[in-house]
C-alpha cells in the first residue's frame, strides 16, 4: 500500500472515523459561500462542516447571487493602489528567494479566489488553516464525493480549475490534485500528479457553455474498489470516463487548497460556484434528484419572524414642533432634558455607584476583563467572560456574593469544569436572552470566533451553545462587541470596535461602529467602501493606513470594521483630553423603563505618543507604569443611536478599592435588580494597561451598589430653588409617583398646568404638600385634592416640579 494512503488510513482512525464510516459518506467540507456579496479580500469563507475548515477569497474573486444564497466567481476585485508597508501584512513585495520561482506572496500579487494554505508564513495567519493533504480534500484511492453547483457565465478561452489540492510550495512543483473543466466547455480534467494521471471526464457540454443561465448540479463520485470515477449532471450519469488508480498527495507543509483558480492564480473557472460539498464515501450510486440546499438556514425554509414590540420611542433626535407626549403609565427617568420645556437651576448629575465587595479574588492570567451579567429565568446570576485559550466560561451566584464554577460536565480543560463554549470566541461578545428566540434558542452569543468574524451563538439554556457556521459580520472586533434587543425599534442592535481611526499623533483612536438589523441569521447587509471614497474621508478625517482599511492585517487574516457602519461612542476632539479613546461600549437597554438606554463606556487615556513630554514620560518603563489608566464613565440615549456621554464623576473611577489601588475599571455588561438596588460588577486591576509591572499582578472581580433609576437625576442646588417644566403630555393612571431624595433640609413640591399655561385649580405647585425624606415611590399628594389626579387623566396637562436641595430620579404614573 503507498504511504500516502497509509497516511490517510491514520488519518481517518485518528478522527475516530473508520474506513469503513468513511464509505458511510462524511462531510469533509462545505463551502455555501453564503457570505455577504462585496465582501474584501481576506474576509474568511466559512465551512460549514464539523472540520471547520476555512478558507479566505482573494483578489481574484467575489461574492455574487447565487442558485442558493451567494456564491462565488472567480472575477476580479475592483481594483485598488497599493500603498507600500510591512511584509507581515503583505505589503511590501519581495524577491524570490534562491532555489525558487515564485516571488512570496503578497498584496500585489495575491490574486487568489479562494484559499486555504500552510505556507506563506512570512504573512499574518489568523484563521486558524488545516493542512489540506492531511485531511479527507486530499483526493485518493478511498470512496469520495465533490459536488457543487455550477452557472455558466462567460466563454472560456483556457481550461477553468473548479479546485487545485497542492502539496506546496505554491507554484514550484506539479505536486498537485486538480479538477478543471476543459478550454472547450465540453467536460472536465482531473489531474492527480502522484498517479501520473490526466483522467478525461465526459460531460453535457450544454450545461457548461454560456448561454441557458441555468444552474447545474455537478457531482463527482469516486469508487477506490472499482478505482471508478463517475459524473453527474443534475443528477444524470454521464459517459464513464477511464478506470484510475488515483493517489492521495504525500503531505506537504506549505500545502494548500485553492477554489476558482489554479496555484498561481490562472485559469478561472469561467462561472459561477455554489455550495461545494467534498465528502468521503459515495454520496450517489445511482441517478438522483438534485439535493436542495445544504444550508441549514435555508433548509428551515422561509421563517416568519415575528418581533416582539414594545411601546413606540417618545423622543426622537431633531423633532420639532409642539408634539404632545403620549407618556400615558411610561416610567420616565430623568436621565436628561428629553421631557423639559424649561429649567431653571436644573443639573442632570451622574451618580457613581457604591462600590461593595470584592467578590472574586487573586485572579491569575485565566480570566479576561470583559464580563457579562445575566440574570436568567430563575433568578441565578451569571458572570460569563472567556479564560483559558479564549474559551467562554460561566460562574453563578445567588445573593451576588458568592459565587460558583458549575460543572458542565464536559470534563476538566486546564482545571477548570466551567467551560460553555469550547472554542475560541475570546470574550468578545454577551450573552443574552433573546425575547423573540424559540425555547430551541432562547439566548444568544454574537461574539468574534477564532478572528473570523462575528458568528451567532445560540443555546436553549445558556450552557450549551451551537455557532451557525456562516459569519453574520465579515470583520474582526477589536474588542467584546455588545448586542442587545430593542423591542421599542424591534432591531437588534449592535456596537463593535473599530480601528480606523487614529489620533493627531497617529496612534490607534478606539471607537465603535453602530450596526442594525431585524434577522440575526443572515449574513448582515453592509455597503462596501471604495479606495476614492476612503480617500476622501481621510482627507477630513484621521483615518489610518492602510487605505482600503481591510487591507491592515494582510490577504491571509480577516481585517477590522472600516466606514461601513455608522460610528459611535468616539472620543470628542476639544473635550476628552487628546490620546483618549472608547475601548469598549457595554451598551444597553434599561430593563426597567422604556425609551431609556445606557452605556458604560470603558475610556482609556494613552500616554505614549499623544500630549507633550510631561505625559508621555509616565510610559518609560523605569516608571514601572504601562502605557495608560482606564476608567468607566456613563453614557445616556432616548434611542440607543443617539448619545450622551457625561465624563465626570467617572462612574467607576481609578483609586482606592478594598485596599487596593485601581488603575484599570472594566464595568461589566448587563446588570441585576434586587429590591430597591441595581448590583453592577467591574473588573479591577491595579496595573496599568500593557503593564511594565514586574511580578504577581492583583486583579478582582468587585460588586457595584446602584440605587434603584439612580445612574442619573435631576439635581437642584441647596441654597435656591430649581424648576422643571415639561413639554405638553398626556397619562394614565390617577397617581402620581417620584423616586426621589431630599435628604433632611430638601424639599420638593409638584403642580399640574393646563393647555393655555394656568395653574390647574386644587393642583398647582403651592398646593402640592411637600416632599420632604427619601423615597422610592413617594406619592404626590396635594392639601384639598390628595392624592388621587384621576380627573387630569387623558387631558393634555404640563408638571411643573419646584425642588431644592433635591435629586429627582425617576417618575410614573400608576392606577391604584
Not at 479564549?390 to 464536559?410: I, K, Y
Not at 471607537?511 to 462596501?528: G, Q, R
Not at 465626570?648 to 485596599?659: M, Q, S, T
Not at 393655555?756 to 427619601?774: A, H, K, M, W
Request: aromatic share 12%; with cysteine.
Amino acid at each position: 500500500m503507498k504511504v500516502a494512503t497509509l497516511y490517510l488510513f491514520a488519518f481517518f482512525a485518528s478522527l475516530g472515523v473508520s474506513l469503513a464510516s468513511a464509505e458511510g459518506n462524511r462531510t469533509v467540507a462545505l463551502w455555501l459561500f453564503d457570505e455577504q456579496v462585496g465582501i474584501y479580500p481576506s474576509c474568511v469563507l466559512s465551512d460549514q462542516s464539523d472540520s471547520d475548515f476555512p478558507m479566505v477569497i482573494g483578489p481574484g474573486g467575489q461574492i455574487v447571487k447565487g442558485k442558493y444564497g451567494n456564491a462565488l466567481e472567480p472575477i476580479p476585485q475592483p481594483p485598488i493602489e497599493y500603498p507600500e508597508g510591512e511584509e507581515w501584512f503583505g505589503l511590501k513585495q519581495l524577491e524570490t528567494p534562491k532555489g525558487r520561482t515564485v516571488e512570496p506572496m503578497s498584496w500585489m500579487n495575491a490574486n487568489f479566489a479562494g484559499l486555504m494554505t500552510s505556507g506563506q508564513n512570512h504573512l499574518r495567519k489568523q484563521a486558524g488553516f488545516a493542512n489540506a493533504t492531511k485531511t479527507g480534500l486530499n483526493l485518493g484511492e478511498f470512496d469520495w464525493t465533490v459536488e457543487f453547483w455550477y452557472l455558466p457565465t462567460r466563454k472560456a478561452e483556457e481550461e477553468g480549475v473548479v479546485f487545485e489540492i497542492g502539496q506546496g510550495p505554491r507554484g514550484e512543483n506539479d505536486k498537485v490534485t486538480r479538477l478543471s473543466l476543459n478550454k472547450r466547455q465540453s467536460g472536465f480534467v482531473l489531474c492527480n500528479e502522484p498517479s501520473d494521471i490526466l483522467l478525461e471526464i465526459p460531460s453535457d457540454k450544454a450545461s457548461l457553455r454560456p448561454g441557458s443561465n441555468k444552474w447545474r448540479h455537478l457531482a463527482f463520485v469516486f469508487d477506490g474498489e472499482e478505482h471508478q470515477l463517475r459524473h453527474y449532471v443534475d443528477g444524470e450519469l454521464q459517459p464513464l470516463p477511464k478506470k484510475s488508480k488515483l493517489r492521495a498527495l504525500d503531505f506537504g507543509d506549505e500545502d494548500y487548497i485553492t477554489v476558482g483558480r489554479n496555484g498561481l492564480w490562472e485559469k478561472p473557472l469561467p462561472g459561477k460556484m455554489d455550495e461545494l460539498r467534498f465528502s468521503m464515501g459515495r454520496v450517489y450510486q445511482d441517478s438522483f434528484t438534485p439535493p436542495s440546499s445544504f444550508s441549514p438556514i435555508l433548509q428551515k425554509g422561509d421563517r416568519k419572524i415575528s418581533l416582539l414590540a414594545g411601546p413606540p420611542l417618545l423622543f426622537t433626535k431633531g423633532e420639532t414642533g409642539h408634539k404632545i407626549i403620549q407618556l400615558g403609565s411610561r416610567k420616565h427617568l430623568f436621565i436628561d432634558d428629553a421631557i423639559a420645556a424649561t429649567t431653571e437651576n436644573i443639573r442632570f448629575q451622574v451618580n457613581p455607584p457604591r462600590r461593595a465587595e470584592r467578590v472574586i479574588d487573586n485572579i491569575e492570567g485565566k480570566f479576561r476583563k470583559h464580563l457579562t451579567i445575566v440574570e436568567d429565568e430563575d433568578g441565578l446570576i451569571r458572570l460569563y467572560n472567556s479564560i483559558h485559550d479564549d474559551f467562554l466560561a460561566v460562574r453563578t451566584s445567588r445573593d451576588g456574593v458568592h459565587w460558583e464554577s458549575p460543572d458542565m460536565g464536559r470534563g476538566e480543560y486546564k482545571g477548570q469544569k466551567n467551560i460553555v463554549i469550547h472554542q475560541m470566541v475570546g470574550g468578545l461578545g454577551n450573552p443574552f436572552i433573546d425575547p423573540n428566540g424559540p425555547p430551541e434558542s432562547r439566548w444568544k452569543y454574537i461574539s468574534g470566533y477564532h478572528r473570523r468574524g462575528i458568528f451567532v451563538y445560540e443555546s436553549p439554556d445558556g450552557y450549551t451553545w451551537r455557532r451557525n457556521r456562516t459569519a453574520v459580520l465579515p470583520f474582526r472586533s477589536g474588542t467584546q462587541s455588545c448586542t442587545f434587543y430593542d423591542e421599542q425599534r424591534q432591531l437588534y442592535v449592535g456596537y463593535h470596535r473599530t480601528g480606523i481611526n487614529k489620533t493627531p499623533a497617529g496612534a490607534t483612536q478606539r471607537e465603535s461602529v453602530l450596526v442594525e438589523v431585524k434577522d440575526l441569521y443572515t449574513p448582515w447587509a453592509f455597503e462596501p467602501i471604495s479606495q476614492a471614497e476612503t480617500l476622501k474621508a481621510a482627507k477630513s478625517g484621521r483615518i489610518r493606513d492602510p487605505i482600503p482599511w481591510y487591507l491592515d492585517n494582510g490577504p491571509l487574516t480577516l481585517g477590522g470594521f472600516g466606514l461601513e457602519y455608522p460610528h459611535a461612542f468616539a472620543p470628542i476632539d476639544g473635550v476628552d483630553p487628546v490620546g483618549t479613546d472608547i475601548y469598549v461600549t457595554k451598551a444597553m437597554k434599561y430593563p426597567w423603563a422604556p425609551d431609556t438606554y445606557l452605556a458604560f463606556p470603558i475610556v482609556y487615556f494613552h500616554y505614549e505618543l499623544d500630549g507633550p513630554k510631561s505625559r508621555q514620560i509616565l510610559m518609560d518603563p523605569a516608571r514601572g507604569l504601562g502605557s495608560g489608566p482606564i476608567e468607566t464613565q456613563i453614557s445616556v440615549s432616548r434611542d440607543g443611536v443617539n448619545w450622551k456621554r457625561h465624563h465626570r464623576p467617572a462612574y467607576v473611577g481609578i483609586g482606592d478599592h478594598e485596599g487596593r489601588d485601581i488603575h484599570q475599571a472594566y464595568t461589566a455588561h448587563g446588570m441585576v435588580k434586587r429590591g430597591n438596588e441595581i448590583w453592577q460588577y467591574y473588573y479591577g486591576e491595579e496595573i496599568y494597561h500593557s503593564t511594565y509591572q514586574k511580578g504577581p499582578k492583583k486583579s478582582a472581580v468587585y460588586r457595584l451598589v446602584q440605587r434603584f433609576d439612580g445612574f442619573i437625576s435631576a439635581d437642584t442646588p441647596y441654597e435656591k430653588s430649581g424648576f422643571l417644566k415639561t413639554k405638553p403630555l398626556v397619562f394614565e393612571g390617577n397617581r402620581l409617583v417620584l423616586n426621589i431624595d431630599t435628604e433632611a433640609t430638601g424639599y420638593a413640591q409638584v403642580g399640574f398646568i393646563d393647555e393655555l399655561g394656568n395653574p390647574i385649580e386644587g393642583y398647582s405647585v403651592d398646593d402640592c404638600i411637600y416632599i420632604n425624606g427619601d423615597f422610592m415611590d413617594a406619592e404626590v399628594e396635594w392639601l384639598e385634592k390628595g392624592k388621587d389626579i384621576s380627573v387630569l387623566q387623558g387631558q393634555t396637562v404640563q408638571i411643573v416640579f419646584r425642588m431644592r436641595g433635591s435629586k429627582l430620579y425617576s417618575m410614573q404614573f400608576v392606577k391604584m
